[in-house]
């Protein structure tokens, strides 16, 4: 995939121009720092778009536009992926006292249906990945996210993950925040996503989502190998993640 790109700063959002195949595409960073986004009605077309994708099982309202920035990728005005970045700090406590690092959490990753397998989700990770670094660099600076067994696409959207470099893993109930005020949990007790797949037994945490997390200097710094069985193991891991978020859910409600 040939493409050419060129950076438009403006004054709450930075757009980049992407042209290929003959079609040019708008990679979009609304800065939530520059209160880029006004309204939930100004978002509408483009989530609406995205609670098909989620099944109506999301919930937009303004606050979310306060403390995360939004990155689209547009053909014309259709949307052609998008996703969310809420900045948190980690804090890890240890032997030598408390240590932070900042972090910067994936949500609502989604591409339509019309435009999947196409790359179009790593393009804007890139994206996104790469804006967050010229702003804060390397150091001491993390990504994360976390699998849904609700998004069908995960199983294809685990192997692009991992070989971006997203390898550590862990169950959650709901998202990798969870680990944010006990980072050193998570350094100790993660273990390699593609273990967790093919072995039962492998992975600490509690509820039926899986935290991942990369270091920003190891974000597709080199070519991670994928084993041959990554998809069906995945698909098989989301079998898991809805066993486990029943028990977790069924546990713990009322």
């Not at 919930?59 to 939004?70: G, P, R, V």
């Not at 700090?89 to 435009?115: A, H, S």
Request: some cysteine; hydrophobic content about 35%.
């Amino acid at each position: 995939m040939r493409l050419l790109w060129i950076l438009l700063e403006m004054t709450n959002c930075a757009i980049r121009m992407l042209r290929n195949g003959g079609i040019e595409y708008r990679c979009v960073k609304l800065d939530c720092n520059r209160s880029a986004v006004q309204s939930v009605k100004q978002m509408k077309p483009h989530l609406e778009t995205i609670d098909k994708i989620f099944k109506g099982n999301v919930l937009f309202n303004y606050s979310t536009y306060n403390n995360t920035h939004i990155f689209m990728l547009l053909n014309g005005t259709e949307l052609v992926a998008y996703l969310e970045l809420k900045p948190t700090i980690l804090v890890e406590r240890g032997w030598r006292g408390k240590r932070t690092y900042k972090n910067f959490t994936f949500y609502m990753v989604c591409v339509p249906e019309k435009y999947r397998r196409k790359g179009f989700c790593k393009i804007l990770m890139d994206f996104a990945v790469k804006s967050t670094i010229s702003e804060n660099g390397t150091k001491d600076v993390f990504f994360s996210m976390h699998l849904n067994s609700e998004d069908l696409s995960a199983p294809v959207s685990a192997k692009t993950y991992y070989q971006l470099g997203f390898r550590r893993a862990m169950w959650a109930r709901y998202s990798f925040e969870e680990y944010i005020h006990s980072f050193e949990n998570f350094r100790k007790n993660s273990v390699d996503l593609y273990e967790l797949m093919k072995d039962e037994t492998k992975g600490s945490g509690t509820g039926g989502m899986v935290a991942l997390c990369c270091e920003a200097k190891d974000y597709a710094s080199k070519k991670w190998p994928v084993p041959e069985n990554f998809y069906e193991l995945g698909r098989s891991l989301m079998t898991r993640m809805d066993a486990r978020r029943r028990t977790y859910d069924s546990t713990f409600s009322g």
